[in-house]
């Protein structure tokens, strides 16, 4: 059963830093470096974003993080990081890894997620 695991949120002031890691585990390597993998985020009431996607070395971002947030990946562990720097309260939602095929969508079940909260 593929299972994804979020860590590494928490509550940091405006300006601070957090940095979130996901492990994707239960599926074949050869299976989930076929996608990309990527960072997507859900604020109260509103829809799930993707905010971060990286493939072959090639990273893209929301216009909302870029400058701000930077994801890297291990292709050998199968886990990716969202190194987020200078956040905002409108940074606070859950986070949720995944990975992310052509248009976007998300690839397989949801993880749990982990909360990031931005508050002074």
């Known amino acids: 059963q593929v299972q994804l695991v979020e860590s590494g949120g928490g509550l940091v002031q405006p300006g601070g830093s957090l940095r979130l890691s996901c492990t994707i585990s239960?599926?074949?390597?050869?299976?989930?470096?076929?996608?990309?993998m990527g960072w997507f985020r859900q604020a109260p009431g509103m829809r799930r974003e993707l905010v971060a996607s990286?493939?072959?070395?090639?990273?893209n971002y929301a216009d909302s993080v870029r400058g701000r947030f930077t994801i890297s990946r291990d292709i050998t562990k199968n886990t990716v990081d969202l190194q987020m720097n200078n956040l905002k309260p409108e940074d606070t939602a859950v986070y949720y890894c995944?990975?992310?095929?052509?248009?976007?969508?998300?690839?397989?079940?949801w993880g749990q997620g982990t909360q990031v909260t931005v508050s002074s």
């Open positions: 995944n990975l992310v095929g052509r248009t976007g969508d998300s690839i397989l079940d």
């Open positions: 990286i493939s072959s070395g090639i990273t």
């Open positions: 239960g599926s074949s390597s050869s299976i989930v470096n076929r996608y990309a």
